[in-house]
């Protein structure tokens, strides 16, 4: 049986459920417990300004039931921008029924659609290997990159002893 499924940009209204759908996803994927406003904060904010991302959510029958965001990232090398598949979340009760795939779908027609886009990239937790059995059958490519964060708001003790006392430090501007 084929669902119908719906396609629609986030808007303000939306804010509790793509909170929520957050929510789960970091404590699922992470075990994170993430603060509710703040989260419900950045929410509000990247709806708000366009410039911060997209959310795209899945509909069937009028309930939300999975979203994307999609954020951008410059090339230099490509003369194009990236465009970042973030938040990737699909109810459990909804998984393995063609919801992420009709986002994806969606997601990969409009950047194909934009001149200036050069690909699409997105970023998985290493061991969730079902998600990357998805992505691959999607089409997508595994990379040779990794991913390194250094998180401003918690820095760690190496990087606030190597930087103390160095004030106005620039990145050659």
């Given amino acids: 049986m084929i669902i119908p499924i719906r396609i629609r940009k986030a808007t303000l209204g939306d804010v509790g459920v793509i909170a929520e759908f957050n929510a789960q996803l970091a404590q699922e994927t992470e075990g994170l417990l993430l603060n509710r406003q703040q989260l419900r904060t950045g929410v509000e904010s990247a709806l708000a300004d366009t410039a911060k991302g997209a959310y795209w959510l899945a509909e069937v029958n009028g309930?939300?039931?999975?979203?994307?965001?999609?954020?951008?990232?410059?090339?230099?090398?490509?003369?194009?921008?990236?465009?970042?598949?973030?938040?990737?979340?699909?109810?459990?009760?909804?998984?393995?029924?063609?919801?992420?795939?009709?986002?994806?779908?969606?997601?990969?027609?409009?950047?194909?659609?934009h001149?200036?886009?050069?690909?699409?990239?997105?970023?998985?937790e290493a061991q969730n290997t079902r998600a990357k059995r998805v992505y691959q059958w999607l089409g997508m490519e595994h990379t040779r990159y990794e991913v390194y964060e250094a998180d401003l708001r918690k820095p760690s003790p190496q990087v606030a002893e190597k930087f103390s006392g160095q004030a106005g430090l620039s990145m050659g501007v």
Avoid: M
């Fill in 63 to 113: 309930t939300v039931v999975g979203q994307v965001l999609v954020t951008t990232e410059w090339s230099d090398w490509r003369n194009g921008f990236y465009w970042w598949i973030q938040d990737v979340f699909v109810k459990k009760e909804w998984r393995g029924r063609g919801i992420f795939q009709a986002l994806f779908e969606f997601v990969h027609e409009q950047a194909a659609e």
């Fill in 115 to 124: 001149p200036d886009v050069c690909g699409l990239r997105l970023h998985v």
